[in-house]
């Protein structure tokens, strides 16, 4: 990346005062209280046929981390596919159902705690008839502790809830102990992306996984992180992000 094309980040020290890059990588790891699951479970009440369908055909969908012993992730799909990879709170599903429709060969998983979400996703998958798409409606924690090692070709975090007051940070997802978690399931190669439109949320990634030894940012130039990624299909936070003023930025970082 030359001078002229190196994006101005925030100020990480104004940020987060306790993290810089020789530290990031060791920064406070929560206890398994503050560790819990945070965020809503449940919204608006669901549709009839939203309730129909999570009913009848999530429980082919849903992931029991009990089947993960011993067992290849490429088997967990009823179509064969190449590789698998893991979408952290999918939201309303814009873009791992666009992905999954996309890429036939390659089986997703989509983790989302949000009731909604999941009815939503479940619907679409019904109706559209999608072989490589597998749901798990819970907190990830459990199930990024269960997957085998170096299974996951990407991994993927969009949008995540900023949790922007400061008293609330160690609820975010990017911590230490959950960038383990990433690290230990991309192989060598493998790749962690990351959308947000909230500025100190981007430094506060940045920070750490520009730390961490283990991770390469992939940005070549501005536009590597100004720009969606190829194939995006955008998704409602991002619209909503965009109607309120506020500027996403889309992080790529390689697992080496």
């Known amino acids: 990346m030359t001078n002229t094309d190196k994006p101005v980040l925030p100020n990480r020290a104004a940020v987060d ?5 020789a530290s990031a990588s060791a920064s406070l790891r929560p206890s398994p209280r503050e560790a819990a699951f945070y965020g ?20 082919s969908l849903a992931i029991d981390v009990a089947e993960l012993d011993g067992r290849a992730l490429t088997q967990l799909f009823r179509v064969p596919v190449t590789a698998v990879r893991l979408e ?13 429709q996309r890429n036939p060969d390659i089986g997703y998983i989509g983790a989302e705690a949000f009731l909604n979400g999941i009815a939503k996703v479940t619907a679409s998958v019904a109706e559209s008839g999608l072989a490589n798409l597998r749901l798990h409606g819970d907190d990830v924690v459990p199930l990024l502790d269960r997957l085998p090692p170096a299974s996951l070709d990407r ?7 900023p949790w922007p ?3 609330h940070w160690k609820r975010r997802f990017v911590q230490a102990d959950n960038i383990d978690r990433i ?71 390689l697992r080496i």
């Open 17 to 21: 005062p306790a993290v810089d890059h």
């Open 40 to 59: 809503r479970r449940k919204g608006k009440p669901l549709r009839a046929q939203q309730a129909a369908h999570l009913a009848q055909e999530l429980p």
């Open 88 to 100: 952290i709170g999918f939201g309303g599903g814009e873009h791992l159902l666009a992905a999954a």
């Open 155 to 161: 991994i993927d975090l969009l949008y995540p809830d």
């Open 165 to 167: 007051k400061r008293r």
């Open 183 to 253: 690290a230990r399931l991309l192989p060598i190669g493998g790749r962690f992306r990351f959308a947000t439109d909230i500025e100190h949320y981007a430094a506060w990634t940045l920070a750490r996984l520009l730390a961490d030894p283990r991770f390469a940012w992939t940005a070549q130039r501005a536009d590597d992180w100004r720009l969606p990624w190829e194939g995006w299909p955008g998704t409602r936070y991002e619209a909503k992000a965009k109607r309120e003023g506020r500027t996403p930025g889309y992080y790529e970082f």
